[in-house]
């Protein structure tokens, strides 16, 4: 059986992709403290920007997967969706 996905709910996919940018951006952090702890004055002002490494993927993450996906629903509207072939499991 073939599936074919036609549209994608551009907010509720967005709100998704942007959490999981953001937990991906926690590695930033975890790179940021010890350069914020043990660097010299250059590397402590990269580390400042490395703690913000989450707020910045979830906030590109999210801008980028919408227009993503306003791309994908106007291509899927002209030529189709994705399809799947799906079948039934017991």
């Known amino acids: 059986m073939k599936k074919q996905i036609v ?3 551009i907010l509720q996919s967005s709100k998704i992709v942007t959490l999981l940018y953001t937990l991906l951006g926690c590695l930033y952090t975890l790179i940021g403290i010890p350069m914020i702890i043990f660097g010299n004055s250059q590397i402590k002002i ?3 920007v490395y703690l913000f490494g989450p707020v ?4 590109l993450g999210f801008i980028f ?3 993503s996906v306003a791309i ?4 899927a509207s002209l030529v189709g969706g994705f399809e799947f072939e799906v079948k039934d499991v017991v």
């Open 56 to 59: 910045f993927m979830g906030l």
């Open 65 to 67: 997967f919408v227009i």
């Open 46 to 48: 990269m580390g400042i």
């Open 7 to 9: 549209r994608i709910s």
């Open 72 to 75: 994908y629903n106007l291509a």
